[in-house]
């Protein structure tokens, strides 16, 4: 591991957990609401709410928008680590 890329692994680390918990909770309410024949007055995972405690979507909201756009966000940006990772895609380190 070289010293210019500790900081890939480290994100390597941050973003690849993130988007696992996003794709773990996805894929867990499919499941249950395929089992609920999709009735959405249930709730189910981890509150999108903000900081105040304002809930910030429905919970079909979340299982149609919110859950899909944070899987698909943080894979993106797990692709790109990854790319930098391996060579393909090249970080500038010393521009200016």
């Known amino acids: 591991m070289s010293e210019?890329?500790?900081q890939l692994w480290i994100g390597l680390c941050?973003?690849?957990s993130f988007c696992a918990y996003c794709w773990y909770?996805?894929?867990?309410?499919?499941?249950?609401?395929y089992k609920n024949g999709f009735d959405y007055s249930v709730d189910f995972?981890?509150?999108?709410?903000?900081d105040d405690g304002d809930?910030?979507?429905?919970?079909r909201q979340k299982f149609l928008l919110g859950w899909p756009?944070?899987?698909i966000v943080t894979s993106v940006l797990l692709v790109f680590v990854v790319l930098a990772l391996i060579?393909?895609?090249k970080p500038c380190v010393d521009c200016g």
Do not use: A, H, Q
């Not at 909770?25 to 609401?33: D, E, K, M, N, Q």
């Not at 995972?45 to 903000?50: A, K, V």
């Open 69 to 71: 756009f944070s899987v």
């Open 4 to 6: 210019d890329r500790i």
């Open 55 to 59: 809930e910030l979507s429905t919970p």
């Open 87 to 89: 060579g393909v895609l």
């Open 14 to 16: 941050f973003v690849g």
């Open 25 to 33: 909770w996805y894929i867990r309410s499919i499941i249950f609401y």
């Open 45 to 50: 995972g981890p509150s999108m709410s903000s």
